[in-house]
């Protein structure tokens, strides 16, 4: 018999470390009042060395996290998927019932203990649901992730376009960036990265007139459903 969900408390894990306050205000922005964010990192523990020590494989292997201090990281998936499927296992052992992985990269090997959102899928489902076919415009934070943008996105009856935007990059590489993408005249666009921001999804709507979706407030939105 399943349990019922803990209404009051959802449970993230951020592929870098806590706290990420920018991340919990964009979740919270989106979530009923009253429902308590315990937000942690796959690498809560690690030292700056520890972390520079698990570089990616290659482009496959490849995430980007910013960190506490406001750096951006490059690390390994592999590392992550372990690390972060330790504190989803321990969220669920605290009676955490939604956890959300606050990353939008695919992690076939994370250990999904308990009912675990993977803002991957829900990205994924919801640009084939509302794009049958088009132009899909997306932006991630690495060239290496931008040149294997066709094998996460590409389907029958789209044509992927992609545009490199690090996040936390000033107003004006946000600017430079939508304009861009939108001389590239796509049907949607994706910001695929929880760490971009409902600030910098207004100011790409400033150049880009079409639909855009925001990774982290999409993958919130099906949280709340589940809660509320």
């Given at each position: 018999?399943?349990?019922?969900?803990?209404?009051?408390?959802?449970?993230?894990?951020?592929?870098?470390?806590s706290?990420?306050?920018t991340?919990?205000?964009?979740?919270a922005?989106?979530?009923?009042?009253?429902?308590?964010?315990?937000?942690?990192?796959?690498?809560?523990?690690?030292?700056?060395?520890?972390?520079?020590?698990?570089?990616?494989m290659?482009?496959?292997?490849?995430?980007?996290?910013?960190?506490?201090?406001g750096?951006?990281?490059?690390?390994?998936?592999?590392?992550v998927?372990?690390?972060?499927?330790?504190?989803?296992?321990?969220?669920k052992?605290?009676?955490?019932?939604?956890?959300?992985?606050?990353?939008?990269?695919k992690?076939?090997?994370?250990?999904?203990?308990?009912?675990v959102?993977?803002?991957?899928?829900v990205?994924?489902?919801?640009?084939?649901?509302?794009?049958?076919?088009?132009?899909?415009?997306?932006?991630?934070?690495?060239?290496?992730?931008?040149?294997l943008?066709?094998k996460?996105?590409?389907?029958?009856?789209?044509?992927?376009?992609?545009?490199?935007?690090?996040?936390?990059?000033?107003?004006?590489?946000?600017?430079?960036?939508?304009?861009?993408m939108?001389?590239?005249?796509p049907?949607?666009?994706?910001?695929d990265?929880?760490?971009?921001?409902?600030?910098?999804?207004?100011?790409?709507?400033?150049a880009?007139?079409?639909?855009?979706?925001?990774?982290?407030?999409?993958?919130?939105?099906?949280?709340?459903?589940?809660?509320?």
């Amino acid at each position: 018999m399943n349990m019922p969900l803990k209404h009051q408390r959802i449970g993230v894990v951020v592929i870098g470390q806590s706290p990420r306050p920018t991340v919990a205000a964009e979740i919270a922005a989106v979530l009923s009042p009253g429902i308590q964010i315990e937000l942690r990192g796959a690498l809560d523990g690690m030292s700056r060395a520890e972390i520079d020590a698990i570089p990616p494989m290659d482009g496959y292997d490849t995430l980007f996290t910013l960190l506490p201090s406001g750096d951006g990281v490059t690390i390994s998936k592999k590392e992550v998927e372990r690390r972060a499927s330790q504190q989803i296992t321990r969220f669920k052992h605290e009676g955490v019932g939604v956890t959300l992985m606050a990353c939008t990269g695919k992690f076939p090997n994370l250990a999904a203990d308990g009912l675990v959102i993977l803002p991957s899928a829900v990205l994924h489902n919801l640009v084939e649901a509302v794009l049958p076919k088009g132009r899909l415009g997306v932006f991630s934070p690495l060239p290496e992730q931008t040149a294997l943008i066709d094998k996460k996105w590409q389907r029958d009856g789209v044509e992927v376009v992609g545009i490199t935007l690090r996040p936390g990059s000033s107003d004006a590489a946000v600017d430079e960036a939508a304009r861009t993408m939108a001389d590239l005249e796509p049907d949607l666009v994706v910001m695929d990265c929880i760490s971009y921001s409902s600030a910098n999804k207004a100011r790409v709507r400033t150049a880009y007139p079409g639909p855009v979706i925001l990774g982290i407030a999409a993958a919130a939105r099906i949280v709340e459903e589940l809660v509320s």
